[in-house]
T-cell receptor, first 113, second 110 residues
Framework: EAQVTQNPRYLITVTGKKLTVTCSQN?????MSWYRQDPGLGLRQIYY???????DKGDVPEGYKVSRKEKRNFPLILESPSPNQTSLYFC????????????FGQGTRLTVV | SQQGEEDPQALSIQEGENATMNCSYK?????LQWYRQNSGRGLVHLIL?????REKHSGRLRVTLDTSKKSSSLLITASRAADTASYFC??????????FGQGTELSVKP
């Protein structure tokens, strides 16, 4: 089954404690992206990757890091989380060839206290 | 910066009625896509319309695209309570970036 898998689904952490949210896709997609969703603000892109070893900033990259060492994985790293990073996070993937739809993970609800 | 802006932000209708949501954008696009999100869940792709298309249908969904006005609309006909969700437009720009708007919350009352 084609899917994007994020882990964990829920996470409560303390300010400053480094964390990683994993994202994996099984569709051999070149493009992967991270979004955060906040009430009234819709989905805002954090980082995206067009292919292995190619990453670029989205609209709200501050406080986040990503890596794309393998095609299937695109982890989101918060080196020093702060309360304003409390949000619902989504990973998505899509093919780079032609017009294509994006597939989303189930979401990770992060709370930073 | 956000590309798509949906209108209205919230819409409440009765079952059986039609629901229309609009999306405006600012720059040129390759295609425009509509997604649905049930509360707190991941987005699910509904329909894609290319920049050289004007109208597209899929079941009870009808999408139009006016590139001269930089706008699109999503029509859901004969709505059902199960259509209650948030709907997002996403613009697909050169380079593959997919940018989402703020969404329309649709509530369909039985």
């Amino acid at each position: 089954e084609a899917q994007v898998t994020q882990n964990p689904r829920y996470l409560i952490t303390v300010t400053g404690k480094k964390l990683t949210v994993t994202c994996s896709q099984n569709m051999n997609h070149e493009y992967m992206s991270w979004y955060r969703q906040d009430p009234g603000l819709g989905l805002r892109q954090i980082y995206y990757s067009m292919n292995v070893e190619v990453t670029d900033k989205g609209d709200v990259p501050e406080g986040y890091k990503v890596s794309r060492k393998e095609k299937r994985n695109f982890p989101l790293i918060l080196e020093s989380p702060s309360p304003n990073q409390t949000s619902l996070y989504f990973c998505a993937s899509r093919s780079n060839t032609g017009s294509s739809e994006a597939f989303f993970g189930q979401g990770t609800r992060l709370t930073v206290v | 910066s956000q590309q798509g802006e949906e209108d209205p932000q919230a819409l409440s209708i009765q079952e059986g009625e039609n629901a229309t949501m609009n999306c405006s954008y600012k720059t040129s696009i390759n295609n425009l896509q509509w997604y649905r999100q049930n509360s707190g869940r991941g987005l699910v792709h509904l329909i894609l319309i290319r920049s050289n298309e004007r109208e597209k249908h899929s079941g009870r969904l009808r999408v139009t695209l006016d590139t001269s006005k930089k706008s699109s609309s999503l029509l859901i006909t004969a709505s059902r309570a199960a259509d209650t969700a948030s709907y997002f437009c996403a613009t697909d720009r050169q380079g593959g970036k997919l940018i989402f708007g703020q969404g329309t919350e649709l509530s369909v009352k039985p």
